[in-house]
């Protein structure tokens, strides 16, 4: 076998980001709970491999499937823009094993205020973190801003559970076990923009076909984080709308009458199994690597493009997870 050529291009994803096939693997790759077993010499391994290949320099009998591998496992911690290495539990492929737990729980003790306000608190300390490490882009965000964020998108989140529980008192039991979803869908909507508010102030960064930095884009940002909003509500649509269901069914048979102890494994084994599916499916409505029409950008920075690249009509921009 002979040396492993140069030209392929591991900028991107292994499969077409262009359909949504294409899309789903690359995220059920990114999503894979697996990487999270990667030991650190595992990852800095994996980073030395993608950066010498990037630089012109091949591993000696390295694979083309062992470079995907690599990059992937690469991808799998480190930021896109910043090259950091991202918290364990900021990381998607953390995303299966964290949320199947938060959400298990949510929705088995979603009657007393105090494990509402406990749960709710806890799911949204969570996406704080996963907003910031898979923020797009590379610009600093302060400590203040951060903490700031972080207070106002908690708050949000568990006023939100409580007024929607106090709506549902007199509804049927069933009605009340989407409280829960609905305090998530709302509290996405605040906690994304809020963890990613530089990002709304300074822009994120916007490039040309060939991943040349163009300048920053305020117009790019929102569209990100739209984008991100609409796969995060998405994702949490089968978790939490079908093991309340089941739950509700099974609750009333016997089996679980006798054995009232089951009821928070299964509903977290219920989550899982669906989280396992929506997650990367959910990420995948979007491509990561979007794309804005140079007419949507500031006028700005619009004309600065314009000036010095007549010919460019689509910016791209990483949207962020």
Same mark, same amino acid.
């Given at each position: 076998?002979?040396?492993?050529?140069?030209?392929?291009?591991?900028?991107?994803?292994?499969?077409?980001?262009?359909?949504?096939?294409?899309?789903?693997?690359?995220?059920?790759?990114?999503?894979?709970?697996?990487?999270?077993?990667?030991? $650190?010499?595992?990852?800095?391994?994996?980073?030395? +491999?993608? %950066?010498?290949?990037?630089?012109?320099?091949?591993?000696?009998? *390295?694979?083309?499937?062992?470079?995907?591998? @690599?990059?992937?496992?690469?991808?799998? @911690?480190?930021?896109?823009?910043?090259?950091?290495?991202?918290?364990?539990?900021?990381?998607?492929?953390?995303?299966?094993?964290?949320?199947?737990?938060?959400?298990?729980?949510?929705?088995?003790? /979603?009657?007393?205020?105090?494990? =509402?306000?406990?749960?709710? &608190?806890?799911?949204?300390?969570?996406?704080?973190?996963?907003? /910031?490490?898979?923020?797009?882009?590379?610009?600093?965000?302060?400590?203040?801003?951060?903490?700031?964020?972080?207070?106002?998108?908690?708050?949000? @989140?568990? =006023?939100?559970?409580?007024?929607?529980?106090?709506?549902?008192?007199? *509804?049927?039991?069933?009605?009340?076990?989407?409280? !829960?979803?609905?305090?998530?869908?709302?509290?996405?909507? +605040?906690?994304?923009?809020?963890?990613?508010?530089?990002?709304? %102030?300074?822009? +994120?960064?916007?490039?040309?076909?060939?991943?040349?930095?163009?300048?920053?884009?305020?117009?790019?940002?929102?569209?990100?984080?739209? %984008?991100?909003?609409?796969?995060?509500?998405?994702?949490?649509?089968?978790?939490?709308?079908? !093991?309340?269901?089941?739950?509700?069914?099974?609750?009333?048979?016997?089996?679980?009458?006798?054995?009232? &102890?089951?009821?928070?494994?299964?509903?977290?084994?219920?989550?899982?199994?669906?989280?396992?599916?929506?997650?990367?499916?959910?990420?995948?409505?979007?491509?990561?690597?979007?794309?804005?029409?140079?007419?949507?950008?500031?006028?700005?920075?619009?004309?600065?493009?314009?000036?010095?690249?007549?010919?460019?009509?689509?910016? /791209? /921009?990483?949207? $962020?997870?």
């Amino acid at each position: 076998m002979g040396e492993l050529p140069l030209d392929i291009n591991i900028q991107e994803p292994r499969w077409d980001q262009s359909t949504f096939l294409g899309r789903a693997r690359h995220f059920f790759t990114v999503t894979d709970p697996r990487n999270l077993l990667l030991s $650190g010499a595992q990852l800095e391994a994996s980073r030395n +491999i993608v %950066q010498n290949y990037r630089a012109g320099m091949v591993t000696p009998g *390295l694979t083309e499937d062992q470079l995907w591998r @690599a990059k992937y496992a690469y991808d799998s @911690a480190f930021h896109p823009d910043t090259g950091e290495k991202m918290v364990l539990i900021g990381r998607m492929s953390a995303q299966v094993p964290m949320n199947m737990t938060i959400t298990g729980c949510m929705l088995t003790f /979603y009657r007393k205020t105090p494990t =509402v306000v406990f749960w709710q &608190w806890v799911n949204q300390s969570f996406n704080a973190v996963v907003n /910031y490490s898979n923020r797009s882009g590379d610009a600093p965000i302060s400590v203040g801003q951060l903490g700031t964020a972080y207070v106002s998108a908690t708050t949000g @989140a568990v =006023v939100t559970a409580l007024g929607l529980k106090s709506l549902t008192k007199h *509804l049927p039991p069933l009605v009340g076990r989407f409280v !829960p979803f609905a305090a998530v869908a709302a509290a996405n909507c +605040i906690n994304t923009p809020l963890m990613r508010q530089r990002e709304l %102030q300074v822009g +994120i960064p916007v490039t040309d076909e060939d991943s040349q930095r163009l300048g920053h884009s305020v117009a790019a940002a929102k569209q990100g984080i739209f %984008q991100v909003v609409i796969s995060r509500i998405c994702m949490a649509i089968p978790a939490m709308a079908i !093991p309340p269901v089941i739950m509700d069914t099974l609750e009333k048979k016997d089996f679980l009458k006798r054995r009232p &102890w089951l009821g928070a494994p299964l509903q977290v084994g219920l989550v899982g199994f669906c989280l396992v599916f929506a997650t990367p499916l959910c990420c995948a409505l979007f491509p990561q690597r979007s794309s804005l029409h140079v007419s949507r950008l500031e006028p700005e920075l619009r004309a600065r493009i314009r000036e010095q690249n007549p010919d460019i009509e689509v910016v /791209y /921009y990483n949207k $962020g997870l």
